[in-house]
């Protein structure tokens, strides 16, 4: 199994444009997210899903977008990147939100300028 | 705001000594996570310990629980320095929106050799 994949490993943006963070697991589990992390803290959930064609909003989902059209995939949409969205992001998969562990992918270091 | 909060925020110790970190946390929960995340990379499951547990082992990690306090502990014996990483707990969180597990801002942990 490849566990959990993400694409781009690095990406650099300018203020105002926008872009896809691809996100895949082949392990079969319902339950993904997206998390940010910024430099000297913990993760902060964007979005999540619990199913192929549910999500929902997690703590800071301003400034994106998700979608879940299948189990396997789970891409996070920046619609007009700014420079507070300068992070690294994580997504993270399971069986469950609660009662199993997550898996997480290596993350895509996102600089905007 | 974040639902876990570890302390401290930062830890020097020498290698074989123990490593104490705390995570304590607001609203009930299921189940309590720690997740281990060396630099640079993704976060790596250690060990969940469920809500009706107290204590829990796993090798040189030692979680315990207390419900009533809601907070919980990682201890870590016998340190060595690749157990230099920064240590996140998890729990799972509801609000209007859904279930989500939400993380605090972690533990820098640093062990000289």
């Known amino acids: 199994n490849a566990g959990v994949t993400q694409t781009p490993k690095f990406q650099v943006l300018k203020t105002g444009q926008s872009m896809t963070l691809q996100c895949a697991q082949d392990?079969?589990?319902?339950?993904m997210s997206w998390y940010r992390q910024d430099p000297g803290m913990g993760l902060r959930l964007i979005h999540y899903s619990v199913g192929a064609g549910i999500t929902d909003q997690g703590e800071v989902p301003n400034g994106y977008n998700v979608s879940r059209s299948t189990t396997e995939d789970f891409p996070l949409r920046l619609l007009s990147a700014a420079p507070s969205q300068t992070s690294v992001y994580f997504c993270?998969?399971?069986?469950?939100?609660?009662?199993?562990?997550?898996?997480f992918g290596p993350g895509t270091r996102l600089t905007v300028t | 705001s974040q639902q876990g909060e570890e302390d401290p925020q930062a830890l020097s110790i020498q290698e074989g000594e123990n490593a104490t970190m705390n995570c304590s946390y607001k609203t009930s929960i299921n189940n309590l996570q720690w997740y281990r995340q060396n630099s640079g990379r993704g976060l790596v499951h250690l060990i969940l310990?469920?809500?009706?547990?107290r204590e829990k082992h796993s090798g040189r990690l030692r979680v315990t629980l207390d419900t009533s306090k809601k907070s919980s502990s990682l201890l870590i014996t016998a340190s060595r320095a690749a157990d230099t990483a920064s240590y996140f707990c998890?729990?799972?969180?509801?609000?209007?929106?859904?279930?989500?597990?939400?993380f605090g801002g972690g533990t820098r942990l640093m062990v000289k050799p």
């Open positions: 998890a729990t799972d969180f509801r609000n209007n929106a859904g279930n989500m597990l939400t």
């Open positions: 993270a998969s399971s069986f469950d939100y609660s009662f199993f562990e997550q898996y």
């Open positions: 310990i469920r809500s009706n547990e």
């Open positions: 392990m079969n589990h319902e339950y």
